[in-house]
């Protein structure tokens, strides 16, 4: 088709919804980066934000089936630029704007606001003029198409593939390059990518951008979005393509499932590989572990390809990380005594570690903060209520934080994506936040985070330190406060260092001196050591567990 999906024909076709969906893909192929829509009740005459040399650009997108716009698009737009701080500001329509709509952009013209236009055969046009492929910032690394390369062959030998990464290591990337050749050798194959949620699935489509070419189609397919057709790569949520499939409506030759530690035993993505028996399945994650013990092996075998986080620091693809655990708040006489009583883990957590104050810990904040050079931090607390509060105390502590604000799954979608843009510009420093960086949120700059009182699994904890580990220009290090009140957290860490210790490297020592993990009381970091060594293995221990600690273990 003419003008692929910017043509009249794809956009009339696609809806209202559709039109700011398309402008979003181009603008990837444009060169912009950190595309997000914000369209929704609220967002102040903006439906798209996106950055492009530094610059805010915002985009209000009106579609039509056969009317030309209105002024009321220009207005619009306009309040959008103010509201946003945007340095440019640009009204899109698949058809055009009429007199109205026209002399309204003149008259601020006139007095220097200056609104771009882009209508129909503007569209038309810039399908023309951009590359086929969205303009790459890097080469894949040696290791990512080695990992390709061992996907490939598994998935053409055995039928399926696991890819274990973490973090900040590309599995996106390499993800992509692996659906690329596919559709390289079958351009008429359907392509399907699953994960767990809506959020997840549509920062998927949009990194498969970067690796397709424009004449590709990507179809979204959530509870709120229904495309007009299956071809291409189609990428949702497990709930809403298990229809698709049932119905024989898609089927696929390839299945890639991310977060493959969200597959069980039994449950819906065990009913879509079932489903797709006929499929070749690759599975994609950077924590393979599950708190109910299924094997993730059993559905798509042997890893492929593994990398570590500290593997990946080793070798200079992640941050170094400076990562330093906070254990002033460990109740020693309650140590000397726990021999005489089997524990369980939760009564354990709640005897061990007295209450630290915020204050506190705000002010170990703030001195690794004037630590940092262009500091972005990002502080995970317990509940949505605590970052609420942290992130108040923030505001008011010091004139550097005036901005810091929280970051939560209260929050409405549209809220989250503006204030991930404004992060990601530095207009904000701090988001205090509880899980929504868990999985598939991707902020390279951040390079400070500190745990508050978190108590989560191994697997969360890999997950949101993930968050800071990504490579970025004029980044040496990540900062890591670590305010631990969970037994299994000083395990994870120490599970942490001596991963680190056996694959430091001559490149590690060089890009950052003080990387590694170091308790506040070295002292009291090497019994905890000792005395996690002998109680058991905690890191995916269960809160009801018991432990039996040894009556002498080095505590005077």
């Given at each position: ?7 009249a024909?794809?956009l ?15 603008l990837?192929?444009l ?20 950055v ?6 915002v985009?209000?997108c009106?579609?039509s089936?056969?009317r030309a ?5 220009v ?21 055009g ?16 606001i ?20 969205v303009?790459?910032t890097f ?15 598994d998935?053409?030998d ?17 993800g ?15 392509v399907?990518?699953?994960?767990h ?21 990507t179809?979204?397919v ?9 071809d ?7 709930e809403?393509v ?11 030759s ?7 530690h ?16 006929d ?8 924590t ?5 013990k ?37 109740d ?9 009583h ?8 709640r ?16 001195t ?7 500091p ?6 317990q ?7 942290i ?12 901005r ?5 799954s ?5 809220r ?12 904000v ?17 951040v ?25 970025s ?16 957290r000083v395990?994870?860490t ?9 694959s430091?490297?001559?490149h ?7 990387a ?16 996690i060594?002998?109680a ?6 269960a809160?009801e ?5 040894p009556?002498?273990w080095?505590?005077?």
């Amino acid at each position: 088709m003419s003008g692929g999906f910017l043509s009249a024909e794809a956009l009339l076709a696609a809806g209202p919804r559709g039109l700011p969906h398309a402008v979003e893909r181009a603008l990837w192929h444009l060169g912009f980066s950190d595309v997000r829509i914000v369209d929704g009740s609220g967002d102040d005459g903006a439906d798209l934000l996106a950055v492009r040399d530094r610059e805010q650009w915002v985009f209000q997108c009106k579609w039509s089936s056969n009317r030309a716009i209105d002024r009321q698009g220009v207005d619009d737009l306009e309040r959008a630029r103010h509201t946003y701080r945007a340095d440019k500001a640009v009204l899109v329509t698949n058809i055009g704007l009429n007199r109205s709509a026209e002399e309204r952009r003149s008259a601020l013209e006139s007095i220097g606001i200056n609104i771009t236009t882009w209508t129909g055969p503007t569209l038309a046009s810039i399908w023309e003029r951009m590359p086929v492929r969205v303009p790459a910032t890097f080469d894949l690394r040696d290791y990512q198409v080695t990992a390709a390369n061992r996907v490939e062959a598994d998935l053409r030998d055995h039928g399926s593939s696991l890819l274990v990464l973490a973090t900040g290591l590309g599995k996106t990337v390499i993800g992509g390059e692996v659906i690329r050749r596919h559709l390289a050798d079958r351009p008429d194959a359907a392509v399907l990518v699953a994960a767990h949620m809506k959020e997840l699935v549509e920062q998927l489509e949009r990194a498969l951008w970067r690796h397709l070419g424009k004449d590709v189609p990507t179809r979204l397919v959530t509870g709120d979005h229904k495309p007009p057709a299956l071809d291409g790569v189609v990428v949702g949520t497990v709930e809403s393509v298990l229809g698709l499939v049932r119905s024989g409506r898609l089927t696929p030759s390839l299945v890639m499932i991310d977060e493959t530690h969200h597959v069980s035993e039994n449950g819906r993505f065990a009913e879509l590989l079932d489903l797709c028996g006929d499929a070749a399945r690759f599975g994609v994650t950077a924590t393979p572990w599950r708190g109910d013990k299924f094997d993730i092996t059993s559905r798509f075998g042997r890893p492929s390809f593994k990398m570590s986080i500290a593997e990946g620091m080793s070798a200079g693809y992640l941050s170094a990380v400076d990562y330093r655990i906070f254990v002033d708040n460990i109740d020693w006489e309650f140590v000397r005594r726990a021999s005489d009583h089997q524990y369980s883990i939760k009564e354990l957590n709640r005897q061990l570690f007295l209450p630290q104050r915020d204050e506190e810990i705000l002010e170990f904040f703030r001195t690794a903060w004037r630590e940092t050079r262009d500091p972005r931090a990002i502080l995970f607390c317990q509940t949505i209520e605590h970052a609420e509060h942290i992130a108040k105390l923030l505001a008011t502590a010091d004139s550097a934080w005036q901005r810091a604000t929280f970051l939560h799954s209260g929050l409405s979608r549209q809220r989250r994506q503006i204030l991930l843009n404004e992060f990601r510009l530095g207009r904000v420093p701090v988001i205090t936040c509880v899980d929504v960086f868990n999985e598939g949120v991707d902020v390279p700059d951040v390079n400070l985070i500190g745990f508050l009182r978190v108590t989560h699994s191994r697997r969360i904890f890999v997950q949101q330190l993930g968050r800071g580990l990504r490579l970025s220009p004029g980044k040496k290090e990540l900062k890591v406060l670590d305010f631990v009140t969970d037994i299994r957290r000083v395990a994870a860490t120490l599970d942490l260092r001596r991963s680190l210790d056996e694959s430091e490297s001559e490149h590690l020592r060089l890009a950052a001196p003080h990387a590694g993990v170091r308790f506040s009381d070295e002292t009291a970091g090497s019994l905890l050591d000792n005395w996690i060594k002998d109680a058991a293995d905690l890191e995916t221990a269960a809160d009801e567990v018991r432990l039996q600690f040894p009556e002498n273990w080095g505590i005077d």
